[in-house]
């Protein structure tokens, strides 16, 4: 399948205008690409007890997990301050956690963008060395 990045990377982009964000203002959208071919879109969720935020890569997993996907080609992400110039905004820890769970650490790609011409790729793997996953129990 052929990978549209700079339109994966518009999506994830868009999702950001849609981040609850009243205590960081730190605004990140995600664009999660199935092997069917279609996007999810996520945006990060911040609460004031802090520990039930969610980053806008866990809510496009579990958004597309809902509607039933199980298989992942890539995801991009977009995220800097609200009032700040872009940045490249790598997946925390946990948000890695959940892809490993789900995609092929080989062949998963990871996107971070400051714009539709600016951006990083890795695989899973790369960000994720010697990750923890189903293969492992």
């Known amino acids: 399948m052929s990978m549209d990045i700079a339109g ?9 205008e849609n981040a609850y964000t009243p205590y960081s203002n730190f605004r990140v959208g995600a664009a999660l690409l199935t092997a069917g071919g279609k ?3 996520g945006s990060n969720i911040e609460n004031a007890a802090y520990s039930p935020t969610c980053c806008a890569e866990r809510t496009a997993f579990f ?7 199980r298989a992942f080609a890539a995801i991009a992400v977009a995220g800097w301050p609200e009032k700040g110039p872009p940045g490249l905004a790598f997946p925390c820890g946990v948000c890695r956690q959940v892809m490993m769970e789900f995609c092929a650490p080989d062949t998963f790609i990871i996107i971070v963008a400051e714009s539709e011409n600016s951006y990083k790729s890795f695989t899973l793997g790369q960000l994720l060395p010697e990750g923890f996953g189903p293969a492992s129990l």
């Open 39 to 41: 996007i999810y879109q």
């Open 8 to 16: 994966l990377i518009k999506h994830a982009i868009t999702a950001r």
């Open 63 to 69: 958004t597309a997990i809902s509607a039933g996907e």
